[in-house]
């Protein structure tokens, strides 16, 4: 069945999101998901003069074929896969999960080595295409947000479809404020963590990369972190559940990992060296997103939130870090969930997730 909202969300993503222009090649990719909104996607190309290509996945075909994957076999898929993004100029992902632990069972030394295979044909896409990235609502999804389907529909396309021009000026302040800024400080029941972010860009996400989206991301310098920080989002990580992650640091390094499965998340944490250090710090604020839901990609932009990533730095924010991990943690300031603060170079800049500084009020939800 056709729905309006479909095309409005494909116009969006093509006008405003990767600003696609005639004669461009895009590829689509579709993880369970309606192939009417493929097919939204395919005419949205077409209608703003690009060409666009098109791979369909399905999560349960993608588990059988990581359960017993190997390492000739995920050369040759990761040339294949480089060669065809080599010829793109942008890309779109759309991915929907009916099954949200669907990669649960496959082994970490599985994940790992695909990570490994596929890392240059996500760099070529991050690096080399203007690309973005979006979830599909399924019932997964409306159950782990603790919504009814239909209700949880309404709610994505109302947080996808935002005007995300209204946040540019509060967002170029937070910039230039953190971009100015050596000392941060985040207090929390159960955090007292302190780093420095000098001489590391910051970059804003409006609505050009991730849908949803609406944070300010930088990176720590790569030693300064101290401290410990308990993270009251639960998470999802390679088709694992994670609740109560604690992370302790000396001189920049994970030393100290928790959370109620330890034993894997240390295992994800020695995937490689730069797995225990951290490559991003950013602070979310989008006036929709108000409760995590396991997913990322809404929980990252939570407004009143922060994130800390052991893993793996964007190039735009590099403080030198390294690894196939990139995992997005994240914390909750708001009072309903315990309060916070945060400080730059000793001046509080957030008070239970509310900016205080006038400049940037304009990011806070109310």
């Known amino acids: 069945m056709h729905d309006e909202r479909f095309d ?15 004669n461009e090649r895009v590829l689509i990719e579709a993880f369970d998901i309606p192939d009417e909104m493929t097919v939204a996607l395919v005419r949205a190309v077409r209608n703003a003069g690009g060409v666009p290509f098109a791979q369909v996945y399905h999560a349960r075909v993608t588990r059988a074929l990581a359960l017993e994957a190997s390492d ?3 050369s040759l898929l990761a040339r294949h896969e480089l060669a065809r993004m080599k010829k793109m100029d ?4 759309v991915r929907g999960s009916h099954n949200i632990t669907e990669l649960a069972d496959v082994p970490p030394t599985k994940m790992q080595l695909i990570g490994k295979n596929m890392r240059p044909v996500q760099d070529q896409r991050v690096k080399r295409t203007k690309w973005v990235v979006l979830r599909w609502p ?5 159950q782990l947000a603790g919504m009814s389907t239909e209700a949880f529909e309404n709610f994505y396309f109302d947080v996808c479809t935002l005007d995300y021009r209204k946040l540019q000026p509060g967002m170029k302040a937070l910039k230039g404020l953190m971009e100015k800024t050596d000392h941060v400080e985040i207090k929390a029941p159960g955090t007292d963590l302190t780093f420095s972010i000098k001489g590391i860009p910051s970059v ?3 609505g050009d990369r991730n849908i949803p989206d609406g944070e300010v991301f930088t990176a720590p ?6 401290g410990h920080v308990t993270f009251n989002a639960p998470s999802i990580y390679q088709g694992t559940a994670f609740d109560g992650v604690r992370l302790e640091f000396k001189r920049g390094k994970i030393v100290d990992a928790s959370s109620n499965n330890t034993d894997k998340l240390n295992k994800i944490l020695d995937s490689d060296p730069g797995a225990r250090y951290i490559g991003e710090f950013s602070l979310g604020f989008n006036p929709r997103v108000l409760q995590p839901m396991r997913d990322i990609l809404f929980d990252e932009k939570i407004a009143g939130s922060f994130h800390f990533t052991p893993g793996q730095a964007y190039e735009e924010a590099d403080n030198g870090n390294r690894s196939q991990v990139h995992w997005d943690m994240v914390s909750i300031q708001r009072p309903d969930y ?6 730059f170079d000793g001046k509080l800049i957030r008070k239970n997730g509310d900016f205080l500084p006038k400049q940037l009020r304009s990011l806070n939800r109310k």
Not at 221 to 226: A, C, G, H, I, N
Not at 338 to 343: D, F, M
């Open 8 to 22: 409005k969300l494909a116009k969006l993503l093509m006008e405003y999101s990767i600003r696609l222009k005639r």
């Open 72 to 74: 000739p076999q995920l």
């Open 90 to 93: 942008a890309y779109i992902a």
């Open 138 to 142: 399924t019932a997964s999804m409306a």
């Open 204 to 206: 804003i996400c409006g």
């Open 221 to 226: 310098v790569k030693d300064s972190v101290q």
């Open 338 to 343: 315990g309060g916070g603060e945060i400080y």
